[in-house]
């Protein structure tokens, strides 16, 4: 089992940013690929970024790429989501997500753990 606790959500004007942090526990961190992914209200969860096990293969999607950076930091078990430029279209709750596998990630089907997800705000 993997625990997955995200923080760092919050309220913020468009154009301003934050930085979201999931802190994992349980099993080796460094053994998961590590994504993640936001849902607004009535939409499907959508993937937003996702990053190797050691960190040197990132993917994002197109809505925020050149906006949002992933990275992590296995000796502290931890996942970060650095948000700039934020709209209000980037309004959502936002979880983060670790998947054993080796290929996709792109999906909610293809990660194995979930954290409770951290709501982000952005006015306009």
């Known amino acids: 089992q993997v625990q997955l606790v995200e923080s760092g959500g919050g309220l913020v004007q468009a154009g301003g940013s934050l930085r979201l942090s999931c802190a994992a526990s349980?099993?080796?961190?460094?053994?998961?690929?590590m994504g993640w992914f936001r849902q607004a209200p009535g939409k499907a969860r959508e993937f937003v970024a996702l990053?190797?096990?050691?960190?040197?293969?990132?993917s994002y999607a197109d809505s925020v790429k050149g906006r949002f950076t992933i990275s992590r930091d296995n000796a502290k078990n931890t996942v970060y989501l650095q948000m700039n430029s934020l709209n209000a279209e980037d309004t959502a709750v936002y979880y983060c997500?670790?998947?054993?596998?080796?290929?996709?990630?792109?999906?909610?089907?293809?990660?194995?753990?979930w954290g409770q997800g951290t709501q982000v705000t952005v006015s306009s």
């Open positions: 990053i190797s096990w050691g960190g040197g293969i990132k």
């Open positions: 997500a670790a998947t054993a596998t080796s290929y996709g990630g792109s999906y909610p089907d293809d990660y194995d753990y």
């Open positions: 349980g099993r080796t961190f460094r053994n998961y690929r």
